[in-house]
Antibody
Framework: VQLVESGGGLVQPGGSLRLSCAASGFTFSGHWMHWVRQAPGKGLLWVSHINSDGTATDYADSVKGRFTFSRDNAKNTLYLQMNSLRVEDTAVYYC??????????????WGQGTMVIVSS | QSALTQPASVSGSPGQSITLSCTGTSRDIGAYTFVSWYQQQPGKAPKLIIYEVNIRPSGVSNRFSGSKSGNTASLTISALQAEDEATYHCSSYTAISTVVFGGGTKVTVL
């Protein structure tokens, strides 16, 4: 069971970035997936979730209207399109899921994270 | 959605028990039994140690236990060990179908 994020990097304020998360070792299409971020030295912040077939998403207020979460179940991959990036979006972004528990809130599988730095 | 409130730090000596608190509202912790706790070592992803208030995933030490009263959840670490030194995050499902985390509590083993 593995989640591997990619796509992080340095971007200027107002810019865009697309993160990916490749899943393996489990039935990807059967699980809701989440993005959680952590700003340097700060706590965790839930960013978004997507249902198993990709037809429903929810977002934290701080990213609503700027971020779009999607998935490709044929490729076992998640995408987080981040637009109009702000300095305060600087964080490590993790993808995560509730694999054994099957709940919407208890994440027992996490990726290693990808760092996004928004700076001029 | 405001973050859950956790103390910034808690410390204890080896062998002692410590309790970490996590305070929310009637729209998250107070409304559901979907409270989780995570242990995070520096530079690592969080690890789930408690879910649904007091259930330990397989492989998690029984020295970790959870409880909830009203809008406040608690994590107790018994027989504290050096390896327990980490940051602990709580989370809760919310009335608007999202997840809210606390700011994290750094546990120091003296």
């Amino acid at each position: 069971v593995q989640l591997v994020e990619s796509g992080g990097g340095l971007v200027q304020p107002g810019g865009s970035l697309r993160l990916s998360c490749a899943a393996s070792g489990f039935t990807f299409s059967g699980h809701w997936m989440h993005w959680v971020r952590q700003a340097p030295g700060k706590g965790l912040l839930w960013v978004s979730h997507i249902n198993s077939d990709g037809t429903a998403t929810d977002y934290a207020d701080s990213v609503k209207g700027r971020f779009t979460f999607s998935r490709d179940n044929a490729k076992n991959t998640l995408y987080l399109q981040m637009n109009s990036l702000r300095v305060e979006d600087t964080a490590v972004y993790y993808c995560a899921t509730s694999l054994e528990m099957g709940t919407l809130d208890a994440f027992d599988v996490w990726g290693q994270g990808t760092m996004v730095i928004v700076s001029s | 959605q405001s973050a859950l409130t956790q103390p910034a730090s808690v410390s204890g000596s080896p062998g002692q028990s410590i309790t970490l608190s996590c305070t929310g509202t009637s729209r998250d912790i107070g409304a559901y039994t979907f409270v989780s706790w995570y242990q995070q070592q520096p530079g690592k992803a969080p690890k789930l140690i408690i879910y649904e208030v007091n259930i330990r995933p397989s492989g998690v030490s029984n020295r970790f236990s959870g409880s909830k009263s009203g809008n406040t959840a608690s994590l107790t670490i018994s027989a504290l060990q050096a390896e327990d030194e980490a940051t602990y995050h709580c989370s809760s499902y919310t009335a608007i179908s999202t997840v809210v985390f606390g700011g994290g509590t750094k546990v120091t083993v003296l």
